[in-house]
């Protein structure tokens, strides 16, 4: 969670133990041109345990390690029928390929890879493409929700706004 906000906000990826700050809860905002002309704010959180039932209709993705217990405390822990639900997204390094246990998840799941970091944001460029693609999965999945200009529609409220 550390990372989240500079990699999402800025597209510059840094390593957790890296980052300046650990919590539990991160806001982020994003302007998604097909959905609304003005920032969406989303909360991007690190554990549902405290999640109530109707916070479930407004997640929009969930961020995967690939470790199924991870999902014991979802509204689906089966990672089939969760993905179906949600877009999912593993970030992973560039010169490994995902853990059999993210490719398992599904097509439902995003691989995405950064580069290792060096220690600068030097040569960091590459990063910005990958959170681009994480907003475009997120994006997609909101339409496909009914996320529209004119609101969320029968179809988002069901999903969640």
């Known amino acids: 969670m550390g990372n989240v906000k500079q990699f999402l906000d800025d597209g510059v990826f840094t ?9 539990n809860m991160v806001r982020v905002q994003r302007v998604m041109p097909s959905i609304s002309t003005s ?4 909360i991007l ?30 509204k689906y822990s089966n990672p089939a029928e969760l993905f179906s639900h ?11 390929e995902p853990p059999d246990s993210v490719l398992s998840l599904g097509r439902g799941v ?6 290792k970091w060096t220690g600068t944001e030097k040569g960091r460029w590459r990063d910005r493409e ?9 994006e997609e999945g909101m339409r496909r929700g009914g996320w529209t200009k004119d609101g969320p529609g029968l179809a988002g409220q069901q999903a969640g706004r």
């Open 39 to 42: 920032p969406i704010t989303f």
């Open 15 to 23: 390593p957790t133990d890296a980052a300046a700050t650990s919590t």
């Open 86 to 96: 949600y877009p999912g997204v593993y970030v992973g390094w560039s010169n490994e």
């Open 110 to 115: 995003l691989p995405v890879k950064v580069d």
């Open 45 to 74: 959180v690190d554990s549902t345990v405290s999640f109530k039932p109707t916070y479930w209709s407004r997640v929009v993705a969930i961020f995967t390690t690939g470790q199924t217990w991870q999902f014991k405390t979802y």
């Open 130 to 138: 990958v959170v681009e693609r994480i907003w475009g999965r997120i």
